[in-house]
Nanobody, 120 residues
Framework: QVLLVESGGGLVQPGGSLRLSCAASGSIFHIVAMAWYRQAPGKQRELVAESNAGGGTKYSDSVKGRFTISRDNAKNTVYLQADSLKAEDTAVYYC??????????????WGQGTQVTVSS
């Protein structure tokens, strides 16, 4: 059993910043990759940022230069620093992780989501 718990969402004014956190716990053998997705009302869930096994990162074009993903492997935690926020960043943000629970078995896990609202 693996659990992802997100925190850090809220209401922020345009141009402001937020830091989202996602901690993984449970039967974790190895975490391959961790990522943040978001889903705005009436839209499909989209990838925001990913931190992969090799330490590399990738970002959607819409957040590149404004958001930064980072990981604390000792704490099984991923962060998303979101700066220069815009109204169009308003969405529910979900944490995703590809986790091996044994040496040969892995699965995709999702957090419950945290609301980010950018509004004046």
């Amino acid at each position: 059993q693996v659990l992802l718990v997100e925190s850090g969402g809220g209401l922020v004014q345009p141009g402001g910043s937020l830091r989202l956190s996602c901690a993984a716990s449970g039967s974790i053998f190895h975490i391959v990759a961790m990522a943040w997705y978001r889903q705005a009302p009436g839209k499909q869930r989209e990838l925001v940022a990913e931190s992969n096994a090799g330490g590399g990162t990738k970002y959607s074009d819409s957040v590149k230069g404004r958001f930064t993903i980072s990981r604390d492997n000792a704490k099984n935690t991923v962060y998303l620093q979101a700066d220069s926020l815009k109204a169009e960043d308003t969405a529910v943000y979900y944490c995703n992780a590809k986790i091996y629970t044994t040496a040969s078995s892995w699965d995709d896990y999702w957090g419950q989501g945290t609301q980010v609202t950018v509004s004046s």
